[in-house]
């Protein structure tokens, strides 16, 4: 390990985007297949990992709505999340806001209950068990329909109070932000943060929705909103965090190599970019993946990975003075380093 791994690896970050099915690892969804009797057209990991070869978001969203098939019962949803926060701890996270799509698995006739539960009790030993703080954030499938969301939010009424925010993701390109209007609006008047993907495949205005008409706290990727200088203004001046994920956007060719990622672009305009894994076990890299490869690809030095980090928490949906004594954590680590 080289000192600027040993850096990144104990650096104290959040982790703001991360789908949680996204984290299944080929290896465990083989233990999930046997243990649950589903069949799986992949004869073996190494096969599974030859699958993983994408050229667009959609590419991949096929493969990964595919395997989320063997996740049927609340254990399995537990072991998901706990294999996950064990990466994370590994990686110095000590907060993470995860996403999952709930319509992925009600719409297989798996109830809500069984994924929140299996989750929330992952969540919980995560806590006990590392120090790990966390949240969750219901994400809509926007390739469904307005009413599917309006159901998935009153399945979710009984644990709204578990739920830091809802989010939006699936695939991007003909389905903007404003078809989800209302259903935000709905989730924002019963309390929920709102956070949305925008301007990974889609325009700029697709962002530019997502502040006007979904009112988003926090912006998923939003690479392509450096196409518009006066939306990039905009970020800047209202501190708009973009949860930015290095790795992801390499495997779904938003970018063509790591070399030409634009997050030291980003954070030279002032845009408050953090560092995320999004689907780790597809795209090849946990969260300090992600922090190597853009530091090695873009001779990141080390304040500029703190200041990756202190956006992390910032951009938490943590209350201020917690933000704040993380964010002193990482003033310690870069000083200490
Ligand atoms: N990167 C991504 N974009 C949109 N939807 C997703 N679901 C899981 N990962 C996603
Ligand atoms: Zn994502």
Redo the contacts with the bound molecule.
Sequence with gaps: MTDLDNFITGLPKAELHL?IE?SLEPELMFALARRNDVAIPYASVEDVRAAYAFSN?QDF?DI?YAGADVLRTRADFHDLAAAYFDRAAADGVIHAEIMF?PQTHTDRGIPFAEVIEGLLSAMAEAEARHGISSSLILSFLRHLSEEAAFDTLTMAEPWLDRIAAVGL??S?LGHPPEKFARVFAAAAAKGLRLVA?AG?EGPPDYVVQALDLLKADRID?GNRALEDMALVDRLVRSGMTLTV?PL?NLK?CVIDRIEEHPIDRMLALGLKATVNS??PAYFGGYVADNYRAIAQARGLDKAALAQLARNSFTGAFLPEEVAQAHVAKVDAWLAAH
Excluded: F, K, N
């Design positions: 789908h996204g978001l969203l990964y799509d993701d699936s991007e993907h990974e990727h994920c992801s779904l999004d689907d």
